[in-house]
């Protein structure tokens, strides 16, 4: 005795968007990239010229941000592709995996500049501050832009999550090459610039786990974070009619999209036809008023029914 209901809840992206959350900021994504490769090649230029190393540190970790985009903008694609018979989700958790990948690409780099950091501190080089100031300069202009275009997006979607803290990272490393170079001009303190290169690196770390232990909880399926299943199973219990509820599942498949099964138990009367659809109602009602779950799966069953279902389903 089986029965599905769907009723959406997940956040609204902006109007005309289709698809997974991410899938609507796929033009935004794009821009950020095109300044990502721009500033890329501007700090690479600028790091040759003027021996800093927080530059070239920075454009390290400019270069895992256009891979990481480029990622996202990839996982977008293959994640709204329609499912099929094989994959019935789609491609939907591409976005998570990309997600995870920008985790692994951000320490990566982060251990790289803090290696590099320690070596100039400990023979620190000649380094142009003025120079250096301004190519850090035109990172952060072009960093704050980019910041303003994935702002909304990565409250909605992992996947956009990801690129927006390697480029707030990127943002707050512009901002340290601009103070070492300050520094290095006003008082010649030429271990500055490894300083703010280590600051970069440290930086990179607290956002990455934050993010990686994210990403791990959807392919982990774990429940949704905004989601008491105390609370759901307590809900569901307080129905008139329901007798109990066992294998009751919450997860997520990707951003904004949280799905839920429950098998519930109910009287006799309730499964008749009337009872039977009004159950499905309330159950419907019940969880879309409390909870923000996109797809739910009801099974309803007779008291003592769970006896003869397989031992895998408990």
Not at 103 to 127: H, M, N
Request: one cysteine or more; aromatic letters at 4%.
């Amino acid at each position: 005795m089986g029965a599905g209901h769907d009723h959406g809840h997940a956040h609204a992206p902006p109007p005309g968007a289709s698809g997974t959350a991410a899938a609507a900021y796929r033009g935004r994504l794009r821009i950020a990239l095109g300044l990502t490769l721009g500033v890329l090649v501007a700090e690479i230029t600028g790091g040759m010229l003027t021996g800093s190393l927080a530059l070239l540190a920075d454009a390290g970790h400019m270069a895992t941000d256009a891979v990481g985009i480029a990622m996202a903008l990839l996982a977008i694609h293959f994640a709204n592709r329609p499912p099929s018979e094989r994959r019935t989700f789609g491609y939907a958790r591409a976005e998570i995996l990309a997600a995870l990948a920008n985790c692994l690409l951000l320490i990566g780099v982060g251990g790289f500049i803090l290696y590099e950091a320690v070596q100039r501190l400990i023979e620190p080089p000649q380094v142009d501050g003025p120079l250096t100031a301004v190519f850090g300069a035109i990172g952060l202009c072009a960093n704050v832009l980019s910041l303003a275009l994935l702002m909304r997006g990565q409250k909605e979607s992992l996947n956009v999550r990801g690129a927006f803290l390697e480029v707030m990272a990127d943002a707050l490393g512009s901002f340290a090459v601009i103070v070492s170079a300050v520094l290095v001009v006003a008082t010649g303190f030429e271990r500055a610039d490894p300083i703010a290169s280590l600051a970069i690196g440290l930086m990179i770390v607290p956002r990455t786990w934050r993010l990686l232990r994210e990403a791990l909880d959807v392919l982990l399926e774990a429940a949704p974070k905004d989601v008491d299943m105390a609370e759901v199973r307590s809900h569901i219990l307080a129905l008139p009619g329901v007798e109990g509820v066992h294998d009751l599942h919450a997860w997520t498949i990707t951003s904004g999209l949280p799905v839920l099964s429950a098998h519930v138990v109910v009287q006799e009367k309730v499964l008749d036809a009337v009872g039977y659809e009004k159950m499905l109602h309330d159950l419907q009602g019940c969880l879309g008023e409390h909870f923000d779950v996109e797809h739910c799966t009801f099974q309803l069953e007779p008291v003592g029914h769970a006896e003869h279902e397989a031992r895998l389903c408990h």
